[in-house]
């Protein structure tokens, strides 16, 4: 455990494997919420909080639940499971003690249950700090922090998708190509210059 | 007979997942990079779409309506897995090639859209051809990108070198060359539509 792996997974997750831009997780609320820059804060605010609730949750589950009893290969059925629980969990805990933070995140929060990112990100980070079915070294720490990154990856691409985007809404365009078509050539532009990171890490 | 047909062809054209309904687009762009790993990826859907729809379609009379979505995602996932299983058994050099996209079959909107819009009203030999129709439209959507890219990124279809002395354009088997040509592609789609009205 070191600065320059923390520091490493940093780059990596936030530019280099942009969570939207790179790997493709998440793509249906980015092009579809990503019209106004408000409701797109919201919708990355819900999805990275829910992503380091669910990489702490299912990181305990594959080393106290999952590996001790050889039953590895049943991750898939219980991540999905817990992250549709949770996500159900904190809705309810969240209406209960912040009412102003459940208007703010509202109906996006039950939209996550079947975000790829979040699934993807549980399942990236037992693939990337397990190796040969034992954690490695500072593993938790790592998989929490790397959670956290992709959050903050997901919510710099809405940003940046977003502010775009309201300022098309001015622009005169082709029938044709209006809301995905052009959502997913903007995109393509903007995962040109996320390629510009490539080469940050080993 | 005849609206038999119909479940399975709707899938393939007029109601085809990728184009039409636009859902499940996340493995579409990942794994389109090369036709073979469009192919695995769409065999490897339309198996759970088959399994999780017959299944769903047969035990819709046992399940409550309050918890019929995480039942479903719990067939769904049980399908996911054999075909992870079967994957790492049969073809490792595929699963490594299709990485985490694999189990994310799972949270694919198209699964769970069709179990939940269909298997769930229609009986055994419908649901199982919508399931079917629908994988079908699904794995030649991904065929006709990941042609595209790989014809364009690396000047290959298959593996097999189609003009000579082609300078492939490498951008085409990156990310962002995924995300160009589905926009490009929808755009075209709703040119098509936009002259038929």
């Given at each position: 455990?070191?600065i320059?792996?923390?520091l490493?997974?940093?780059?990596?997750?936030?530019?280099i494997?942009?969570?939207?831009?790179?790997?493709?997780?998440?793509?249906?609320?980015?092009?579809?919420?990503?019209?106004?820059?408000k409701?797109?804060?919201?919708?990355?605010?819900?999805?990275?909080?829910v992503?380091?609730?669910?990489?702490?949750v299912?990181?305990?589950?594959?080393?106290?639940?999952l590996?001790?009893f050889?039953l590895?290969?049943?991750r898939?059925?219980?991540f999905?499971?817990?992250?549709?629980?949770l996500?159900?969990?904190?809705?309810?805990?969240?209406?209960?003690?912040?009412?102003?933070?459940?208007?703010?995140?509202?109906i996006?929060?039950?939209l996550?249950?079947?975000n790829?990112?979040?699934?993807?990100?549980?399942v990236?980070?037992?693939d990337m700090?397990?190796?040969?079915?034992?954690?490695?070294?500072?593993?938790?720490?790592?998989?929490?922090?790397?959670?956290?990154c992709?959050g903050?990856?997901y919510?710099?691409?809405?940003?940046?998708?977003?502010?775009?985007?309201?300022r098309?809404?001015?622009?005169?365009?082709?029938?044709?190509?209006?809301?995905?078509?052009?959502a997913?050539?903007?995109?393509?532009v903007?995962?040109?210059?996320f390629m510009?990171?490539?080469?940050?890490?080993r | 007979?005849?609206?038999?047909i119909?479940?399975?062809?709707?899938?393939i054209?007029?109601?085809?997942?990728?184009?039409?309904?636009?859902?499940?687009?996340?493995?579409?762009?990942?794994?389109?990079?090369s036709?073979i790993?469009?192919?695995?990826?769409?065999?490897?859907?339309?198996?759970?779409?088959?399994?999780?729809?017959?299944?769903?379609?047969?035990?819709?009379?046992?399940?409550?309506?309050?918890?019929?979505?995480?039942?479903?995602?719990?067939?769904?996932?049980?399908?996911?897995?054999i075909?992870?299983?079967?994957?790492?058994?049969?073809s490792p050099?595929?699963?490594?090639?299709?990485?985490?996209?694999?189990?994310?079959?799972?949270?694919?909107?198209?699964?769970l859209?069709?179990?939940?819009?269909?298997?769930?009203k229609?009986?055994?030999?419908?649901?199982?051809?919508?399931?079917?129709?629908?994988g079908?439209?699904f794995?030649?959507?991904?065929?006709?990108?990941s042609?595209?890219?790989?014809f364009?990124?690396?000047?290959?279809?298959?593996?097999?070198?189609?003009?000579?002395g082609?300078?492939?354009v490498?951008?085409?088997?990156?990310?962002?060359?995924?995300?160009?040509?589905?926009?490009?592609?929808?755009g075209?789609?709703?040119?098509l539509?936009?002259?038929?009205?």
């Amino acid at each position: 455990m070191s600065i320059q792996e923390f520091l490493s997974i940093f780059i990596s997750s936030v530019f280099i494997y942009n969570v939207i831009l790179s790997r493709f997780l998440g793509l249906c609320p980015f092009v579809a919420i990503s019209k106004n820059t408000k409701q797109a804060l919201a919708m990355s605010g819900a999805v990275t909080f829910v992503i380091i609730a669910s990489s702490i949750v299912t990181w305990l589950i594959y080393q106290f639940l999952l590996l001790p009893f050889n039953l590895a290969y049943l991750r898939t059925l219980s991540f999905v499971l817990v992250i549709a629980t949770l996500v159900q969990l904190i809705e309810m805990v969240i209406r209960k003690t912040s009412p102003a933070l459940y208007r703010a995140f509202g109906i996006y929060l039950t939209l996550i249950t079947t975000n790829c990112a979040v699934l993807g990100a549980a399942v990236l980070n037992v693939d990337m700090f397990f190796s040969n079915g034992k954690a490695v070294a500072g593993s938790f720490y790592y998989s929490v922090f790397q959670g956290a990154c992709m959050g903050l990856g997901y919510t710099l691409a809405m940003l940046l998708m977003s502010g775009i985007r309201e300022r098309l809404e001015l622009c005169n365009v082709s029938k044709a190509v209006k809301d995905f078509p052009l959502a997913f050539i903007i995109a393509s532009v903007l995962s040109l210059s996320f390629m510009g990171f490539s080469g940050f890490s080993r | 007979m005849k609206s038999l047909i119909k479940e399975f062809t709707k899938g393939i054209i007029k109601e085809n997942p990728t184009f039409v309904l636009v859902l499940g687009l996340c493995p579409t762009l990942a794994v389109s990079v090369s036709v073979i790993n469009g192919i695995g990826m769409g065999i490897a859907a339309t198996f759970v779409l088959i399994g999780s729809s017959v299944i769903v379609s047969l035990v819709k009379g046992f399940i409550p309506d309050k918890i019929r979505i995480p039942c479903f995602i719990v067939i769904i996932a049980t399908f996911v897995t054999i075909t992870e299983l079967c994957l790492k058994a049969y073809s490792p050099a595929l699963n490594r090639a299709l990485g985490i996209y694999v189990p994310l079959i799972v949270v694919n909107c198209i699964v769970l859209a069709r179990a939940e819009a269909f298997a769930c009203k229609n009986n055994l030999v419908s649901s199982f051809l919508d399931g079917l129709g629908m994988g079908v439209g699904f794995t030649l959507a991904l065929v006709l990108i990941s042609g595209i890219r790989e014809f364009l990124g690396a000047g290959q279809i298959l593996g097999y070198t189609l003009i000579k002395g082609f300078e492939p354009v490498f951008v085409f088997g990156m990310p962002s060359g995924a995300l160009l040509v589905i926009g490009l592609l929808l755009g075209f789609i709703n040119l098509l539509k936009n002259r038929e009205r």
